[in-house]
């Protein structure tokens, strides 16, 4: 969500970030296991999420309401593949309750949903996580999630995104270590609790995110390596789109060639949680569109998730704010 940040937002996480670094520079602690014996230093072998997913899946989030699925897919013209669900972060009872409302809401659209479940609530703390604090609640989400849709083979769960900038507040900026320790807590609870989850790390790209590869996990604990990229104009002033595409989205800082040769390096298949244009003073820009689903296919991506929202980010297409744009997703995005 990096490119949705206000100036003024973007300065206060800034000013945030740096009173953090010296505050946590001492706070960093060793992965390990939580009082109930899970050892995050023995992981669960990966399994190759390439092969659950031999085809993209062309995800989509719209907010929190079946209707909004139904009217996308009504412009669109054809179901979708799978819907952006996200689970609440604003105190524990809201993480450990919202599960089973978001199971609740989506039940209904028989639908895939890929999951975004926070890394933990706006009052905790990384450090914490890291040494296991947190793991009831995990292992009760876990839980929960695994009897989402059994029948379905693989359940995608993102968490911790966009980790590498300043905006949230499990972001790893000044704590790399701690990011790395809760993240493994949490994915090891959750393989507990079923052999179904695959985990995508997903940093924000397409700007300059020093120190992002420093909270990488490790290759026992990343199924899926994502990214979120949103076109822009309003902080980049690159006016011609096809600039706009070389310079900043495939070969600017953390974009989409740094992606592919990272998750190469790691050997693991690429997802893309969050994608969408037109907001942020782009505009109506179907040239990001056509290489975007250019660059999905030509890289075997297991999902690419658009924001058809106005949520944050003003990505909506099917309301036709963005003509050209959505008649060109229309075309392209089918199987």
Same mark, same amino acid.
């Given at each position: ?10 300065a206060l996480c ?24 899970? %050892?995050?230093? #023995?992981?669960? +072998? &990966?399994?190759? $999420? ?7 899946? !062309? ?122 320790? %809760?993240?493994? #807590?949490?994915? +090891? &609870?959750?393989? $507990? ?7 995508? !790390? ?17 290759d026992e604990y ?102 050209? %744009? ?10």
């Amino acid at each position: 969500m990096g490119w949705r940040l206000t100036l003024a937002s973007l300065a206060l996480c800034c000013l945030w970030a740096a009173v953090e670094c010296a505050r946590a520079t001492d706070d960093q602690v060793k992965p390990a296991g939580d009082a109930a014996g899970i %050892a995050a230093t #023995q992981p669960a +072998t &990966t399994r190759p $999420a390439s092969a659950d997913a031999p085809s993209p899946i !062309w995800g989509v989030y719209v907010g929190n309401d079946v209707k909004y699925v139904t009217q996308y897919e009504q412009w669109l013209g054809r179901p979708t593949d799978a819907i952006l669900g996200y689970t609440g972060d604003a105190q524990w009872a809201d993480y450990d309750g919202c599960i089973g409302w978001a199971m609740g809401v989506w039940a209904p659209a028989n639908r895939r949903v890929l999951w975004s479940v926070a890394l933990m609530p706006r009052n905790a703390t990384l450090a914490d996580a890291a040494r296991g604090l947190y793991n009831s609640h995990y292992r009760r989400a876990a839980e929960m999630l695994a009897k989402w849709h059994p029948d379905e083979p693989v359940i995608y769960i993102r968490t911790g995104w966009e980790f590498n900038g300043g905006w949230f507040h499990y972001n790893s900026v000044c704590q790399p270590q701690n990011f790395i320790g %809760a993240w493994r #807590q949490f994915v +090891t &609870t959750f393989r $507990a609790a079923s052999p179904r989850f695959r985990f995508d !790390w997903c940093p924000a790209g397409c700007d300059w995110f020093p120190g992002t590869e420093n909270a990488y996990p490790g290759d026992e604990y990343v199924d899926v390596i994502g990214l979120d990229v949103y076109d822009q104009l309003k902080w980049k002033k690159i006016a011609d789109p096809a600039e706009r595409w070389q310079k900043l989205y495939l070969n600017g800082p953390y974009g989409l060639v740094w992606h592919r040769d990272f998750a190469k390096k790691h050997n693991k298949p690429m997802s893309y949680p969050e994608w969408g244009s037109g907001g942020n003073d782009a505009g109506d820009n179907p040239y990001f569109i056509e290489h975007m689903h250019q660059w999905f296919l030509d890289n075997h991506v297991i999902y690419a998730t658009y924001w058809n929202s106005n949520s944050a980010y003003k990505g909506q297409l099917s309301k036709d704010a963005y003509p050209n %744009a959505g008649a060109l997703f229309k075309q392209l995005f089918v199987h």
